[in-house]
């Protein structure tokens, strides 16, 4: 953490306009302070592929630099409302992918190595348009640890509301002017990935639903943010890279890697506080995407961000908790209406039945190596969080909720109905009055 972030005076507004490598380390100087209750502005970059094409970028992601929180301690949360997300992209390109051999040492998302002069992280440059068009500098060969099996080139139209994939002629017309349709911020690294010019599918339209796919706090040990998650942080232990951890380093994780759709404007999301400072970040923007980002990736854009930030002293937490928008809730985690409730009272009163539970939604996000981990994970922050016992929680989930994917290959939303007495036990009632209305 930098000594001067702690010296400064605490101010209740922080502009982010610097980008990471894609590395979260604690040591490593924050922006701030911010004063608890503050806001904080940021300009963010395309994630995935521009980063997984742009080898001297090493963790998957451009994410913006950390923000130090005044009076955040390990051991507390932060509560982070997402007032606004805006798409600044006018195109983006994704696909399915396909790691090359020989072109990575253990991992391609964190360390991309030369095929021909072997250099870890190497320096490159941008010839032409296509799959070809990233080189190394010491040796001109083309050195992308990823290429697409199956990709698109999508553009927005001027409101953001739809997108549409376009043709080959359209996509290399784009390519050659990749940075001005990307949008790329002026601290961005990266190449973006419309230089690639994919078209495989043409004529598909979609809706914009802008989320985060990170955000977050720094976790307390050195890593590739992209693994900053139970599933893709598996990969750290005993790489052969040097960014390798071992089982217990990978439990200081924060899980800030979620690519959970709900994550978006509306939302409330608590993260937990695991530095001096928290070291609050974000990045890696989708237009859209549906659960599970199954291709691998989706729409990345860059976009402006506006967050308002509160301290939640004393609120231990393992990962991050949820408190979607109604909308984006299962149904059955949905609060009930008034006719919903006038029914149960009729129901409990011809069963003696003396009194109806009260209870409001809550989301909690368990990250694994694979789903079946990433649920147990999930379940077990649950019950740990709200003093149930576990087999309560798999009761409730089932009937009050639902398991939803955030990313397949391992992070769960766990969501349901919790009785009122135990989310106020835990500190987490006043969340839910503020964003359903209920106890």
């Given amino acids: 953490m930098n000594p001067s972030s702690v010296k400064s005076k605490a101010t209740a507004t922080v502009l982010v306009a610097e980008l990471t490598n894609g590395i979260l380390d604690p040591t490593q100087p924050m922006l701030g302070p911010l004063l608890a209750g503050g806001t904080i502005v940021g300009n963010t970059a395309p994630g995935c592929w521009g980063p997984m094409i742009t080898p001297r970028i090493r963790g998957g992601h451009e994410v913006t630099r950390p923000v130090f929180v005044d009076g955040a301690v390990p051991g507390d949360a932060v509560v982070l409302r997402i007032r606004d997300i805006n798409v600044t992209s006018a195109a983006t390109a994704s696909g399915h992918d396909r790691w090359v051999e020989g ?39 083309p050195v992308t640890p990823f290429q697409m099996v199956n990709g698109y080139t999508v553009v927005f139209d001027e409101t953001r509301q739809v997108g549409l994939t376009v043709s080959k002629e359209a996509a290399e017309r784009i390519a050659h002017s990749a940075n001005r349709f990307a949008a790329l911020p002026a601290s961005s690294a990266q190449h973006s990935i419309l230089t690639f010019a994919p078209h495989d599918l043409v004529g598909v339209v979609t809706r914009l639903r802008p989320f985060l796919g990170q955000l977050g706090t720094t976790p307390a040990v050195r890593m590739p943010d992209s693994h900053n998650a139970g599933d893709f942080g598996s990969a750290l232990v005993g790489a052969p890279h040097e960014y390798a951890l071992t089982a217990e380093q990978l439990e200081l994780r924060t899980d800030g ?40 990736h ?49 129901l409990a009163a011809r069963w003696g039945v003396d009194k109806l539970e009260e209870a409001g939604p809550i989301s909690v996000v368990g990250s694994g190596p694979d789903l079946n981990q990433a649920t147990q994970v ?34 769960v939303q766990v969501t349901f109905l919790a009785p009122l007495p135990a989310l106020e036990k835990a500190g987490l009632l006043p969340f839910v009055q503020e964003q359903y209305g209920i106890g």
């Fill in 103 to 141: 072109h990575y040492l253990g991992d391609p998302y964190a360390a991309p190595r030369c095929p021909n002069c072997g250099t870890l992280y190497p320096e490159t440059y941008v010839e032409g348009i296509g799959q070809q068009a990233v080189r190394c500098v010491k040796c001109n060969t």
């Fill in 257 to 296: 890697h979620m690519d959970i759709d709900a994550v978006r404007p509306g939302a409330i999301v608590l993260a937990p506080v695991k530095v001096p400072g928290a070291g609050i970040y974000f990045g890696d923007m989708h237009a859209l995407q549906g659960d599970g980002e199954i291709a691998g």
């Fill in 298 to 346: 989706t729409m990345d854009v860059a976009g402006t961000v506006t967050l308002e930030v509160d301290l939640l002293k004393g609120r231990t937490l393992e990962g991050p908790v949820l408190f979607p928008l109604v909308e984006d809730l299962p149904p059955l985690a949905r609060p009930f209406n008034q006719a919903e409730k006038d029914r149960a009272r009729r």
């Fill in 378 to 411: 999930g379940l077990r922050r649950a019950a740990d969080l709200l003093s149930l016992s576990l087999p309560e929680v798999l009761n409730r989930a089932t009937i009050t909720g639902g398991i939803e994917i955030g990313r397949h290959p391992g992070v």
